[in-house]
């Protein structure tokens, strides 16, 4: 059984650029939400995500978007790179209904704006 | 939310307990008291959670306070794999709140040879 996998794993990109990252959540879960973290800070909310439908976001800018897709997949995207967007992105899968049930998180994409 | 309030780091030795504190003052009677780790260069890892009693499980154990303002995770036998940053972190149970976890710093546990 696959865990929670993420798509790339290390990016660079220049700053003005767009980037778009891939999560495909772990096997049975329908709810996505996504993390920044910064280097040696914890992760931090950006959105979450389930039936196709951003429900809940946390204190980022609109040029950070995302999408699910009907195979419970997601993208995260984020416009007008600024340097301060390097960071490790996470996406985590969970099972909506069990809200006291873990998250499973995958790897990360290592995002660095130059 | 609620907040949490932990050490920034703790040393432990090898296959010794180690027992890492959470403070939650502000903690409300619906709020889920959950620990993730993260280990280097990958994603954080749930542990264990609670919401009165304490928990075991085959990582870890988690004893909860009688007024639950604060919380303890129990590593039985610290082992150099147990080396990470730990998250104390509540978590609201509801239907408006089924996804989203509030990471502090945590602490950042060494364990020594």
């Known amino acids: 059984d696959a865990g929670v996998t993420q798509s790339p794993t290390h990016l660079i990109k220049t700053r003005g650029q767009q980037v778009t990252l891939r999560c495909s959540p772990k096997?049975?879960?329908?709810?996505v939400s996504w993390y920044q973290q910064a280097l040696g800070q914890g992760p931090q909310f950006i959105f979450q995500y389930y039936e196709e439908e951003e429900r809940q976001r946390g204190n980022f800018p609109d040029r950070f978007s995302g999408h699910q897709f009907p195979n419970y997949s997601s993208e995260l995207n984020v416009n007008a790179l600024l340097l301060g967007d390097s960071a490790l992105y996470l996406c985590?899968?969970?099972?909506?209904?069990?809200?006291?049930?873990?998250?499973?998180f995958g790897p990360g994409t290592r995002l660095t704006v130059t | 939310d609620a907040k949490t309030t932990q050490p920034n780091s703790m040393e432990s030795n090898e296959e010794e307990p180690v027992h890492l504190p959470c403070n939650h003052s502000?903690?409300?009677?619906?709020?889920?008291i959950h620990w993730y780790r993260q280990l280097p260069s990958q994603g954080p890892e749930y542990v264990i959670h609670?919401?009165?009693s304490n928990v075991n499980n085959r990582m870890a154990s988690l004893a909860i306070a009688e007024d639950r303002k604060s919380s303890t995770l129990i590593l039985h036998r610290a082992t150099l794999r147990d080396a990470a940053v730990y998250y104390c972190?509540?978590?609201?149970?509801?239907?408006?709140?089924?996804?989203?976890?509030?990471f502090g710093q945590g602490t950042t546990l060494q364990v020594k040879p």
């Open positions: 972190i509540l978590r609201l149970h509801g239907s408006g709140n089924t996804g989203k976890l509030i």
């Open positions: 609670g919401l009165t």
């Open positions: 096997s049975g879960h329908d709810t």
């Open positions: 985590a899968s969970s099972l909506r209904g069990h809200y006291s049930y873990e998250q499973y």
């Open positions: 502000t903690i409300s009677g619906t709020d889920y």
